[in-house]
């Protein structure tokens, strides 16, 4: 089965919806338009090169490497998808050694266009995720280290003597400057890529507002417009049955009257959890509470499900601060879809361990798992492996709750094996 931490499993399936790395998106249209700026800058600038030397060295093969970051910007072009990361990725590699090629023909770390190296270090940190931008500092920093082994001097009259041993204070300059170059790219690659993920989760968590408070709407005008209409049958439900009582009615009719105004409350309470689903917290505060017994305690909320679910042993006593109806009512979202996926002869697995003042829940079924295609799509509102027996909301809400609650939720899936569900919360909301 899955083992409970956040290292990668083979042949599982992974959807993880918020987590202190999100990576950002770009688009690749977006991409493009900053490679042909990039691309007409290296022509004009090989070009005006070619126009100061009577005879340029390596002039076909300069348009050679501007004309084959051309031919990829055309080729990833026709590429319609949005945020392909692995594309946007090997591009700016690509476009670092075609940097290379083009300084190394040109003068070498002497051409001031060398400082280019860093607009792709720069890309790598807002387009793609970690990994990516710092293969790109490393490539560019080798790159611009390499050019002072293998490049050609500038002619005499762009300057080229400086690359001659009477311009010897200039090469240390010039090695000042691939350090410095190093040094910036770091820094690029660390605080602009964290710049980077902080705007994207927020421009996440504001799209996820919004979806709130569209659902937040629909409760409102749901509970408004059934509320009453449910209030009016169990009042009729129960005078009815007081008057076929008083008449000696069957006492089968009088038990179905008594199942009408049951209902109605049960739905009542549906309309509270929808309104508590869609992000209205109803004010409440966070609650000191025994964590293995506020476990227990959800569990039995399940009602006849409980029997299904097998909570391990805690070690230890553990107290959380959480607000507790929106706890209960996320980790009951994916109780119930874990116990309804699962067989009677196979119960939901629940483990919860607490680690450095974070809650880590994992709740595992036995049920038929989900492919990638699937997995992908858990989580967006209304969308169901059920047909007809859910609205598709279970893990919208569960996941909306903690992350309201400063958490996560990550799905972990395999087809013919089970899901297995993490939630991972403070241990002290608010603090």
Same mark, same amino acid.
């Given at each position: 089965?899955?083992?409970?931490?956040?290292?990668?499993?083979?042949?599982?399936?992974?959807?993880?919806?918020?987590?202190?790395?999100?990576?950002?998106?770009?688009?690749?249209?977006?991409?493009?338009?900053?490679?042909?700026?990039?691309?007409?800058?290296?022509?004009?600038?090989?070009?005006?090169?070619?126009?100061?030397?009577?005879?340029?060295?390596?002039?076909?093969?300069?348009?050679?490497?501007?004309?084959?970051?051309?031919?990829?910007?055309?080729?990833?072009?026709?590429?319609?998808?949005?945020? &392909?990361?692995?594309?946007?990725?090997?591009?700016?590699?690509?476009?670092?050694?075609?940097?290379?090629?083009?300084?190394?023909?040109?003068?070498?770390?002497?051409?001031?266009?060398?400082?280019?190296?860093?607009?792709?270090?720069?890309?790598?940190?807002?387009?793609?995720?970690?990994?990516?931008?710092?293969?790109?500092?490393?490539?560019?920093?080798?790159?611009?280290?390499?050019?002072?082994?293998?490049?050609?001097?500038?002619?005499?009259?762009?300057?080229?003597?400086?690359?001659?041993?009477?311009?010897?204070?200039?090469?240390?300059?010039?090695?000042?400057?691939?350090?410095?170059?190093?040094?910036?790219?770091?820094?690029?690659?660390?605080?602009?890529?964290?710049?980077?993920?902080?705007?994207?989760?927020?421009?996440?968590?504001?799209?996820?507002?919004?979806?709130?408070?569209?659902?937040?709407?629909?409760?409102?005008?749901?509970?408004?417009?059934?509320?009453?209409?449910? &209030?009016?049958?169990?009042?009729?439900?129960?005078?009815?049955?007081?008057?076929?009582?008083?008449?000696?009615?069957?006492?089968?009719?009088?038990?179905?009257?008594?199942?009408? !105004?049951?209902?109605?409350?049960?739905?009542?309470?549906?309309?509270?959890?929808?309104?508590? !689903?869609?992000?209205?917290?109803?004010?409440? !505060?966070?609650?000191?509470?025994?964590?293995?017994?506020?476990?227990?305690?959800?569990?039995?909320?399940?009602?006849?499900?409980?029997?299904?679910? &097998?909570?391990?042993?805690?070690?230890?006593?553990?107290?959380?601060?959480?607000?507790?109806?929106?706890?209960?009512?996320?980790?009951?979202?994916?109780?119930?879809?874990?116990?309804?996926?699962?067989?009677?002869?196979?119960?939901?697995?629940?483990?919860?361990?607490?680690?450095?003042?974070?809650?880590?829940?994992?709740?595992?079924?036995?049920?038929? !798992?989900?492919?990638?295609?699937?997995?992908?799509?858990?989580?967006?509102?209304?969308?169901?492996?059920?047909?007809?027996?859910?609205?598709?909301?279970?893990?919208?809400?569960?996941?909306?709750?903690?992350?309201?609650?400063?958490?996560?939720?990550?799905?972990?899936?395999?087809?013919?094996?089970?899901?297995?569900?993490?939630?991972?919360?403070?241990?002290?909301?608010?603090?």
């Amino acid at each position: 089965m899955l083992p409970h931490d956040d290292r990668p499993v083979h042949g599982w399936h992974r959807r993880l919806f918020a987590a202190p790395e999100a990576s950002s998106d770009m688009s690749l249209r977006a991409v493009v338009r900053l490679r042909w700026w990039g691309l007409a800058v290296q022509g004009a600038a090989v070009a005006l090169f070619a126009s100061f030397t009577a005879s340029p060295v390596g002039l076909p093969i300069l348009l050679a490497l501007v004309g084959l970051g051309a031919a990829s910007n055309l080729l990833i072009a026709r590429w319609e998808r949005s945020g &392909a990361e692995r594309v946007v990725g090997a591009v700016v590699l690509l476009d670092v050694v075609l940097l290379t090629g083009l300084l190394s023909l040109t003068g070498g770390p002497a051409n001031p266009f060398s400082v280019l190296y860093l607009t792709y270090v720069m890309l790598a940190a807002i387009a793609t995720r970690p990994a990516w931008t710092w293969t790109a500092v490393v490539l560019s920093s080798a790159g611009f280290g390499l050019l002072f082994f293998v490049s050609v001097p500038l002619p005499s009259e762009l300057g080229g003597h400086h690359d001659h041993g009477e311009g010897q204070p200039y090469s240390a300059h010039l090695q000042g400057m691939w350090l410095a170059h190093t040094v910036t790219a770091v820094f690029i690659a660390r605080f602009v890529g964290r710049l980077a993920n902080a705007l994207n989760r927020e421009r996440e968590s504001r799209a996820q507002t919004s979806r709130m408070l569209g659902l937040a709407t629909l409760a409102a005008g749901a509970a408004h417009e059934i509320g009453n209409p449910l &209030a009016t049958i169990r009042v009729a439900a129960s005078e009815l049955a007081k008057e076929l009582t008083t008449e000696g009615a069957a006492p089968e009719t009088v038990r179905d009257l008594a199942l009408i !105004g049951d209902e109605v409350r049960r739905a009542h309470r549906v309309l509270e959890h929808m309104s508590v !689903g869609a992000g209205e917290l109803l004010g409440e !505060g966070p609650v000191p509470t025994d964590l293995a017994a506020f476990i227990r305690a959800t569990v039995d909320g399940l009602g006849s499900a409980a029997g299904n679910v &097998a909570v391990a042993p805690m070690p230890g006593a553990q107290t959380v601060r959480w607000p507790l109806q929106a706890a209960t009512q996320a980790l009951t979202q994916l109780l119930r879809n874990a116990v309804e996926v699962s067989p009677a002869h196979a119960p939901v697995a629940v483990r919860v361990k607490v680690v450095d003042g974070t809650v880590d829940i994992s709740i595992e079924d036995a049920g038929p !798992g989900m492919n990638e295609a699937t997995l992908a799509r858990i989580g967006e509102p209304f969308f169901t492996t059920r047909p007809g027996r859910g609205q598709g909301l279970g893990v919208f809400i569960a996941r909306s709750l903690v992350e309201h609650l400063g958490g996560w939720v990550a799905i972990d899936s395999a087809e013919g094996v089970g899901t297995v569900a993490r939630v991972r919360l403070p241990q002290e909301v608010g603090v």
